[in-house]
């Protein structure tokens, strides 16, 4: 497989490239070959869609806010079930836990707005709701959630579900500020003008004011267009593992980890210690009674995982399609003998890719 070089940087991204390019370099090229998500990602990613749609709408009352909520499920869950990985979770009041006490909670939390002038796009050309910005190479590019032309000057928006804030410093995210303040620098390449506010509004209402200067936002944005163009020298010279940058905790989390030759090559070294993901060639699987057991094999080394329920039936169809193949089964669970694991419920199987250059 052929890495894709990037053809622009998301402000919502960057954070995330300069941890690990090659992260964001193989969820791009490879969207497909991606864990799946965990059914806490989409019940972040559902709030969030729920959010800005109400942020747009400006409902008045609680019955339109819960309309809100529906139609979107609904958009939400269709987009799972075109994927297989996804369709067995919808629909997500049964998969995603407390469901219902998510939707009472946004419900009740909600800071009902009045409709200000500019939220909706198109009502100004100068502002509003979902603004694309981009730099004048077309290098830097992104929806700003809100660009509100005032007498003051331009605001800057963002809209979170969560935490605005770092629990230590008080202050807004480092991710979060870096978002807003290459927002800054795409605005003032637009119009001409930097922002006067950057503000974090969460659905409370509450709002957290980024502190910025226009040197520093203009130096972020030379920092990300000489990245793009570092990222993708790389790509060209077939430099793939120069581009990763390993952490323990990163890449724990990483969902593109199956893709990735280095974290790959780490845990067919790190064997027996390692026990979150397990590595091998597929032997040979059975299935009785809505119980798996897949024995896999590396270095001359056979190794066993079980699994019963939803992940049986969810890894079942996954190794189906992988027999004989070399495969990586994330998220499991060592058992006291270190040959044997067990399947957690978002433990997926997933082939190893070669790569070109």
């Not at 991710?175 to 506010?197: D, I, M, T």
């Not at 001359?300 to 079942?316: E, K």
Request: hydrophobic fraction near 45%; include cysteine; charge should be neutral.
């Amino acid at each position: 497989m052929i890495l894709a070089p990037l053809k622009t940087i998301s402000p919502s991204r960057f954070d995330a490239l300069r941890g690990c390019a090659l992260q964001v370099v193989l969820e791009k090229s490879f969207p497909q070959g991606v864990l799946p998500p965990t059914v806490y990602m989409l019940a972040g990613s559902l709030v969030h869609r729920i959010a800005e749609r109400a942020f747009l709408e400006a409902p008045s009352n609680a019955e339109e806010l819960a309309l809100i909520w529906q139609n979107e499920t609904v958009k939400f869950e269709a987009q799972l079930q075109q994927y297989e990985a996804t369709a067995l979770l919808v629909p997500l009041r049964y998969s995603i836990p407390n469901f219902a006490v998510r939707k009472a909670l946004f419900l009740r939390t909600w800071k009902y707005r009045p409709v200000v002038k500019n939220w909706k796009s198109g009502e100004d050309s100068k502002g509003g709701a979902e603004q694309f910005l981009t730099d004048a190479k077309h290098v830097v590019a992104g929806k700003a959630d809100l660009l509100l032309h005032t007498s003051a000057g331009w605001v800057i928006k963002d809209f979170k579900t969560g935490m605005m804030h770092d629990p230590v410093t008080g202050q807004a995210k480092p991710e979060y500020a870096l978002q807003l303040k290459l927002y800054a620098a795409l605005c003032e390449q637009k119009h001409g003008e930097w922002p006067v506010r950057l503000v974090l509004e969460n659905a409370a209402g509450e709002e957290l004011d980024v502190p910025f200067t226009a040197a520093e936002c203009s130096i972020l944005l030379l920092e990300a267009q000489q990245l793009l163009v570092a990222i993708n020298q790389r790509i060209g010279a077939g430099e793939v593992e120069q581009l990763a940058s390993p952490d323990t905790i990163r890449c724990s989390r990483c969902q593109a980890r199956p893709l990735c030759p280095v974290y790959v090559n780490e845990v067919r070294q790190a064997f027996p210690e390692t026990t979150t993901d397990v590595l091998g060639a597929v032997v040979s699987f059975t299935v009785h009674n809505g119980r798996l057991q897949l024995l896999l094999e590396l270095g001359g080394t056979r190794r066993q995982l079980l699994a019963n329920g939803p992940a049986s039936t969810r890894l079942h169809a996954q190794i189906a399609k992988l027999t004989g193949q070399e495969i990586l089964v994330c998220n499991v669970k060592g058992t006291a003998n270190v040959l044997t694991f067990t399947a957690t419920d978002t433990s997926s199987a997933m082939p190893i890719l070669a790569y070109s250059t």
